[in-house]
């Protein structure tokens, strides 16, 4: 059984030898930098030394956690000193970066380049399906993943994580009650460019899954409330997903960190059938959403990150008292409930792998 076998297989509830090895989802470069001197090879990286298993994607110009414009906005250094650099991205987002170990720290987000109407009016321009450089060479896409042995993916940005990097999330809070009717073009628009993307991408290759960047909620709940899901997202969630499967795609998946629980039903009945990373933090625990919602849910992750940085024992505890449990229910990819942090000691995070697999097979 490989990787795509056990991918699939899971996503049906059905038994496998053991779960694909997507043990985290990433590690921070600092993670990796500070265990090269803790028993890491020096140069090796962290998914080749622990065997995880690889996550290919489709190579479409599809957005992720950026907004998939063609073309991009032009890069511009507006101001910079020693310590940080100013600029435009491609998004068209104002940045501060630090200069100095910028991998230590996030980006700081000054200015969004959406204010009302007339600026969605020229974005849209870069969001055109139809356009050739959006998409590969099929015949080579066809070649590089005929008979894969791991389930491919096709990542997208998603239908809060869109209009977020236009406005950002204080004037997107906003423009969802002072302008509603901007907010429903905008996510009709979101709609109908993924419709067309999936109507030129899904005949010409085969694709286990699609992936919806979101990132929509913080340790206290989601960044929206249901009733603005309700209105904004869930109609054109479900005419996407629908094209989706029209497709013969059958699984989709939700990257969202925080809590989402108030508003996993609305996702649930859009059609969406994976989540993850499930963050401990924010209460999102694996066993209580898989008691409500039974198969409707895959869950991937819920392996709470913060005691990787603890004991042995601690790691032991977190997962005795989830992983056998869920296994045993189906459905489930353990991990790591993001990116491994640098605060991990490599000798623990050994630990944790070597007990995952023997509680997993």
Not at 215 to 220: H, L, P, Q, S, T
Not at 229 to 243: A, G, S, T, W
Request: charged fraction near 25%.
């Amino acid at each position: 059984m490989n990787s795509r076998e056990r991918f699939l297989r899971v996503c049906d509830f059905e038994q496998v030898d053991h779960p694909p090895r997507w043990d985290c989802l990433g590690f921070w470069g600092a993670t990796i930098e500070r265990w090269w001197n803790e028993g890491l090879p020096s140069g090796v990286y962290a998914e080749q030394y622990f065997e995880m298993d690889p996550r290919p994607t489709i190579p479409v110009d599809a957005g992720f956690t950026h907004n998939p414009y063609i073309p991009p906005f032009e890069h511009q250094v507006i101001s910079e000193d020693e310590r940080t650099v100013t600029y435009v991205d491609g998004q068209g987002i104002i940045k501060r970066d630090r200069k100095d170990r910028p991998e230590l720290s996030m980006s700081q987000f000054l200015h969004f380049p959406v204010a009302g109407r007339k600026d969605w009016e020229g974005i849209k321009l870069r969001l055109d399906p139809a356009t050739p450089s959006r998409y590969p060479d099929w015949e080579e896409v066809r070649k590089q993943f005929a008979d894969s042995q791991h389930p491919v993916g096709m990542n997208i940005v998603g239908g809060y994580g869109f209009p977020r990097n236009l406005f950002g999330e204080e004037h997107l809070a906003y423009i969802y009650y002072d302008d509603p009717g901007l907010m429903h073009d905008i996510m009709a628009h979101w709609a109908e460019f993924f419709k067309g993307v999936f109507d030129r991408t899904l005949p010409n290759v085969t694709v286990d899954y699609i992936y919806f960047w979101e990132d929509m909620a913080f340790k206290n709940g989601p960044l929206i409330g249901p009733k603005t899901f309700e209105e904004f997202m869930l109609p054109y969630y479900k005419e996407v997903i629908e094209r989706i499967r029209s497709h013969g795609v059958k699984h989709v998946l939700v990257d969202s960190d925080g809590d989402n629980r108030p508003i996993l039903d609305l996702f649930v009945e859009a059609g969406v059938n994976v989540f993850f990373p499930l963050e401990i933090a924010a209460g999102m625990e694996p066993l209580e959403i898989r008691e409500k919602y039974g198969r409707q849910l895959v869950l991937w992750g819920g392996i709470d990150k913060r005691v990787l940085s603890k004991d042995k024992a601690a790691i032991k505890e977190e997962l005795m008292r989830k992983v056998p449990q869920m296994m045993e229910s189906g459905g489930f990819i353990p991990a790591i409930d993001h990116s491994v942090p640098p605060d991990v000691p490599f000798e623990n995070y050994v630990y944790y792998t070597e007990l995952l697999r023997e509680l997993t097979g």
